[in-house]
Structure formats: structure tokens, C-alpha cells
């Protein structure tokens, strides 16, 4: 059965994102429940982002034909489930299960940034609509962190692995049908002669070096949320299963504004996108230890939908200014940078702040959103990269 590009990416981006729903959030309460220290948890996750950074870059780069993103999106898939398997074995031995996540975290993150390319690809090629698309990701992890948190909540966190392992196999499953029609590479005339530009000649340009590292601040300072949101809720005598709706909540909003986005914010100028999801953030992070019931986190969690899917859609939406060509290494080197190498650097501050003082950890988080701000360029402009030189044009 072949499936037509619109539903394939809706197979891909549910399974990925609803196995990365249940992962995100409960892995750490699954460490949790197998024994180990908060700063030991904060450290295991840190190292699993550096590895995270590592992947996204890594496999993007092998990347030379939009063909062969389908042969790497199902080797992903594949690899992530069988080393998911393994660390179910293995998650009561600190060294195994570290080579373990190190492992994972290397393979699964570049799922992220060639599904992104393969939709980008495809919106080029047959007009799809990437923020419909994109909202089926939100909407599995919101199925993934509620519907199966809740599963979790009933039958114990020391399953948490075993649960991430069969949904990553209905995902690789998934991944093995055929589209009917394959993902072809846009051919300019006047830039097929040119490769694609290097991460490096990517970072040459100073507007995507400022946007890379605004986004980095914004989505970095999420970290002590991903890493800490369960534990300092359960500590607050909130239950698993009220965390998992919590968490489904601020996903559900953010599927909400993914269903809107193209009407809302489709004529926006990007630079006022990106103001008013770093302010959203250092007000949430900044409010986050003084939110004490579930009427009070809700507002809190509800502004996911600018402090994390605002951002997200105004890099894609630079990224697919940009020649073709630029793509996959774009998309790579904002998942690494943004999505992981900040996340990483942020969760050890957050993993030493939180024994100290949880408070001053969201607070530290707050102040790194807003750091972001200076980085927005004030001028922004759209870079179409055909080569080491660029071409400039007014937004």
C-alpha cells in the first residue's frame, strides 16, 4: 500500500513524536524510580543532549539527494527501538545505561531534523502544508504524554522503558511504507552546479548565527521543565497522572496554534515572532516556582504555544526562505545547536541549581530567555544561500 506524502508524514511525525512524549517527560521519573539522584539524573541528561547535538549534525551531513532521507528516517527509526530494548535491560547499571542513552540520544535526534526536511521538501514539491503536518507531531506527543502517562501512572514508572520501546516499533513499522511519490530534489538552473553550503558557511552568515542563538537561549532555557517539571510537581503532591495531563495541556495548545499559525502569524515579520516568544518564555520560567496548584500551572503551561511552537515556526519558516540546497544542514544545525546543544549546557546549570534551590532554577532559566532578545536582528532579512556568497532581499 503506498500512501500519498500528506499521510506518510502524519504516520512518521505521530509515531516519532508520540514514542518522544512518553521519553521526554517520564524517562527522568523512570530513573527516578529506579533509585537515582536528582544531580545524577541532571547529569544523564545532559550528556544524552550532547549527544543529541552530535547526531543532528552528524546524519544530516550524508544527506546529498532527497531520496535518500526515506533510507535514513527508517534506520533511525529501527536503531532507536532496538537501543531503547537494550537500555530496558540494562537501566539499573549507571555505565551500561549511559552508553545506552548516549547511544539513543545520537541516533534518535537526527529524526527531528529530516522529517523537517523531508516536509519542506515535499511542501516545495507538492505544496504541502507544513504547520498542518507539524500539528500532527503535537497532537502524538500530547496522546503520547497523557493518554500513555496516564497508562504509566497505572501500572508503574519502572515500565517506562518497555512502553517507549513499543511505540519506537509501531514507528519504524510505520516508516516501511512506500509514499506514492518520492521526494525529488528542486532543480534551479541557476544553482545546480552549486553544492550544498557547509554548517560552517552557514554560521558565516551573521543573521543565522544571531537566529540560531536566540533560538538556542529561548528553547535552552526549557531545560530545567523537561529534565525537572515531574519530579518538582510530584514534590508539590501533584500525581503522575495530573503531571501527564499538565504536560498533554501545554501540547495541546501548542496543536491548537499549529492548526492556526498560517492565518494568525502567516504575515508577521519573523523578528516580532521571535520578540514575542522570548518574552513569553522569561515570563513563564519566571512565574513557573510561584505556581503551587493545577489552576495556578495551567496559564503556565498554556503559553507553551508561544514560548516553544512560536519559536519553532518562525526557524522553519526562515529555513524554508532559503535555497533548497540549504535545508538539511539548516535543519541540522538548528536541532543541534537550539534543540540540543543548548538543552545540554542549560540541564547541567539546572541539574547542580535544583539540589540548591528549584526557585532559583526557573529563575535562572527566565533570565536566559530574555538574554535572547539583543540576539533578534532588528533588519531581518531573508538569505537565499546558493553559495558561500549570499543574496539578500528584504523580508
Keep these: 500500500m503506498k500512501l500519498r506524502p500528506y499521510p506518510w508524514l502524519i504516520l512518521s511525525f505521530f509515531g516519532y513524536f508520540c514514542s518522544y512524549g512518553v521519553f521526554m517527560p517520564f524517562f527522568p521519573a523512570w530513573l527516578k524510580s529506579q533509585a537515582y539522584a536528582a544531580e545524577t539524573i ?43 530494548v537494550y537500555m530496558s535491560f540494562t537501566v539499573q547499571n549507571f555505565w551500561l ?52 502517562g496516564a497508562f504509566i501512572g497505572y501500572i508503574g514508572e519502572q515500565y517506562v522503558g518497555w512502553v ?36 560552517v558557511e552557514l ?18 532555557s526549557h531545560a530545567a521543565y523537561y529534565v525537572y517539571s515531574v519530579i518538582y510537581w510530584k514534590h508539590l503532591g501533584i500525581p503522575v497522572e495530573t503531571t501527564s495531563v499538565l504536560w498533554g495541556l501545554s501540547v495541546l495548545a501548542e496543536v491548537i496554534f499549529f492548526f492556526f499559525v498560517t492565518k494568525l502569524f502567516g504575515k508577521w515579520q519573523l523578528r516580532n515572532l521571535f520578540y514575542i516568544s522570548a518574552i513569553a518564555t522569561g515570563i513563564r520560567w519566571a ?17 507553551h504555544c508561544l514560548t516553544f511552537a512560536l519559536n519553532h515556526y518562525a526557524i522553519v519558516r526562515y529555513i524554508s526562505y532559503q535555497s533548497p540546497k540549504a535545508f538539511a544542514n539548516l535543519q541540522g544545525l538548528y536541532n543541534a545547536i537550539a534543540g540540543c546543544g543548548s538543552l545540554a549546557i542549560l540541564s547541567i546549570l539546572a541539574g547542580w541549581l535544583y539540589g540548591v534551590s528549584p526557585t532559583d532554577t526557573f529563575l535562572v532559566m527566565a533570565a536566559f530567555a530574555f538574554l535572547a532578545i539583543p540576539f533578534i536582528p532588528r533588519k531581518m532579512k531573508t538569505i537565499a544561500v546558493t553559495s558561500v556568497d549570499t543574496v539578500i532581499t528584504e523580508e
Aim: charged fraction near 10%; include cysteine.
Design 42 to 84: 541532571g547529569f544523564i541528561m545532559a550528556s544524552a543532549y550532547i549527544f543529541r547535538f552530535a547526531g543532528s549534525m552528524f546524519f544530516t551531513r550524508f544527506i546529498k539527494a532527497a531520496p535518500q532521507l526515506l533510507t535514513a528516517l527508517r534506520g533511525i527509526a529501527w536503531g532507536s527501538c532496538a537501543i531503547m
Design 97 to 148: 545505561l549511559c552508553a545506552g542513552l548516549w547511544l539513543f540520544s545520537f541516533v534518535n535526534s537526527a529524526g527531528i531534523p529530516l522529517s523537517d526536511t523531508l516536509a519542506t521538501t515535499w511542501q516545495f514539491q507538492v505544496k504541502l502544508d507544513y504547520g498542518r503536518v507539524r500539528l500532527i507531531g503535537s497532537l502524538a506527543f500530547m496522546i503520547g504524554v497523557t493518554v500513555f
Design 164 to 199: 517507549v520501546t513499543a511505540l519506537l516499533f509501531c514507528y519504524a513499522s510505520a516508516q516501511m511504507l512506500p509514499p506514492s511519490i518520492m521526494p525529488k530534489d528542486h532543480h534551479d538552473p541557476d544553482t545546480a552546479h552549486i553544492a550544498p553550503p557547509s554548517l
Design 203 to 220: 554560521l558565516k552568515n551573521p543573521i543565522t548565527t544571531r537566529i540560531i542563538i536566540a533560538v538556542a537561549l529561548i528553547q535552552g
Design 287 to 303: 512565574l513557573f516556582p510561584f505556581a503551587h496548584t493545577f489552576a495556578e500551572i495551567l496559564p503556565l503551561q498554556l503559553m
